[in-house]
């Protein structure tokens, strides 16, 4: 499967930002899809997955104000994000595998497909 991640850009601190992950590939709705970041000079890390029927997880950072969701007949997760703050200023990155436990969605390593990222700036 291909990823192809869209809709970041500058939004300020306490707006929205709707980020979308768009697949190819006719199997989409069996992949576990997910959302990363990654800042400069810091480590990856999780913020969202979501399973084939819609069950959804969050980090903690952005349990409340995140909100993930799919749509399988147009092969596209989307990230809502709300109430953004500057320290979430990173590029996002949607990553998707098949048969993923619970307990391994929050790892990056874990991921065997991954779209190009897409960067997100939060203003002060």
């Known amino acids: 499967v291909q990823l192809q991640a869209s809709g970041g850009g500058l939004v300020q601190a306490g707006g929205s930002l709707r980020l979308s992950c768009a697949a190819s590939g006719p199997t989409f709705n069996t992949y576990v899809v997910a959302w990363f970041r990654q800042a400069p000079g810091k480590e990856r890390e999780f913020v969202a997955a979501?399973?084939?029927?819609?069950?959804?997880y969050y980090a903690d950072s952005v349990k409340g104000r995140f909100t993930v969701s799919r749509d399988n007949l147009k092969k596209t997760v989307f990230l809502q994000m709300n109430s953004v703050k500057p320290e979430e200023t990173a590029v996002y990155h949607c990553?998707?595998?098949?048969?993923?436990?619970?307990?391994?969605?929050?790892?990056?390593?874990?991921?065997?497909?991954w779209g190009q990222g897409t960067l997100v700036t939060v203003s002060s």
């Open positions: 979501i399973r084939l029927r819609g069950d959804t």
């Open positions: 990553a998707a595998r098949r048969g993923l436990i619970v307990s391994a969605l929050s790892s990056s390593k874990e991921y065997h497909y």
